[in-house]
């Protein structure tokens, strides 16, 4: 493949993150330059599908993590993607963790990342969204706003955290994805707890103005906590539940050297590797909940096989990011195609 060997020449010497601002550019300045192929309807050869009563043009999107800030819709949909979702994002603008902060795994095909929520804030991200919907390409894209708490803001006031970036950006998101599961802001996974996890929804749901909701859950919650998550958002009426996000763990079955990845240390690990328990959780929440909501299939999707099974496994819509690192530009299109 051309961009693997592009990749393996050029990218893969080039520090990981120093890597991804420079794609990153590109991609926007793609959408910039080809305002006529940004339609989000360019993106699939499949029937449009509506979840959460939304329409999209087909059921494979970008997960967020990659446009944090907002800046590359456009050309991210003249690629292929159904929808973009972008964040996260939180309610004032942090740098995140020092550099370095993004490591690759290549053996596995993999990512470790420690980003740390780095954005520029929910007022920012709202006003380029305004900008973004004024527009013909922006209108009718299908964008999801993925918020999570800022890193200085004390887990008692998590809730108006949570709220105040929903609030700013709730008017210009197709739907909102609450984050309680990166690893890199201390003490946010513990928020995945019920007790502390319902007064976060219902005030997010709260603000929404109707806008659907969404919880994104990690693959390293025990199936009970699982269970209790999915009854919580039947319960608080939420639209969905995205499964799943990065995890702390380092499994036997990577082949990276071990101590190439002990050498990395903290950070969330995404890649192919979390296929087998992405898909566990996504079966697990389909039997907890029925059709009475939407799942978002998240976590080692990397092939067009794979967002087929994941929709048989019960998933609504699909999303990847890593794959998307190591596919290259054509590569959502080629998954986009299996999204019908």
Known sequence: MVYRAFFDTVF???DPERAHERAFAAIRAAGFAAPLLTSPRMGGTRAPRTVMGIEFPHAFGLAAGFDKNAAAVPGLLALGFGHVEVGTVTARAQP???RPRLFRLVEDEAIINRMGFNNVGAAEVASRLHRLRATPSGRDAVIGVNIG???VTPPEDAVSDYVESARLLAPFASYLVVNVS???TPGLRDLQAVDQLGPILSAVQGVSGGVPVVVKIAPDLADDDIDAVADLALQVGLAGISATNTTIA???SLRAARSNIDAVGAG???GPVLHDRAVEVLVRLRERVGDRMALIGVGGVVTPG???ARL???ADLVQAYTGFVYGGPTWPRRLAAAAG
Do not use: I
Request: aromatic share 0%.
């Open 312 to 314: 048989a496994a019960g």
């Open 250 to 252: 380092r499994p036997d």
């Open 306 to 308: 794979d967002v087929r």
């Open 149 to 151: 708490k800022t890193k």
């Open 268 to 270: 969330g690990l995404s």
């Open 182 to 184: 990166s690893p890199n």
């Open 96 to 98: 995140g963790n020092p």
């Open 12 to 14: 893969a010497g080039m």
